[in-house]
């Protein structure tokens, strides 16, 4: 069973920073790609970046330039640094796992990730 644990959610002051953390265990799969994803209250969820096993990255324009985004393969756990948070960047976060295929690139879709661990919130006050 593919299981998928995020951790370091908070609250800070706009300007602030948070590292989120997410480790994967049960899957077996070489070629993949994780992603970070959030909603907002009365929003949709959307995708904010996301690393292959390859090191190919991704960020939404919104984040680009403050969120990096990184990853540990041997431990299966991936990392967003987040810096210069501002209140709009308030939401649950969620890290999901996709299986990449052989010749296929890393999607930032939501329906092409398969697992998903549970959100964590984050909170910037302004």
């Known amino acids: 069973e593919v299981q998928l644990q995020a951790s370091g959610g908070g609250s800070v002051q706009a300007g602030g920073s948070l590292r989120l953390s997410c480790s994967a265990s049960g899957f077996t799969f070489d070629s993949y790609a994780f992603g970070w994803f959030r909603q907002a209250p009365g929003k949709e969820r959307e995708g904010v970046s996301c690393?292959?096993?390859?090191?190919?990255?991704y960020y939404a324009d919104s984040v680009q330039g403050r969120f990096t985004i990184s990853s540990d393969n041997a431990k299966k756990t991936v990392y967003l640094e987040m810096n210069s948070l501002k209140p709009e960047d308030t939401a649950v976060y969620y890290c999901?796992?996709?299986?990449?295929?052989?010749?296929?690139?890393?999607?930032?879709?939501?329906?092409?990730?398969?697992?998903w661990g549970q959100g964590t919130q984050v909170t910037v006050s302004s």
């Open positions: 690393i292959s096993s390859q090191g190919m990255t």
């Open positions: 999901a796992l996709h299986y990449v295929p052989p010749g296929a690139t890393m999607v930032v879709v939501e329906e092409a990730y398969d697992y």
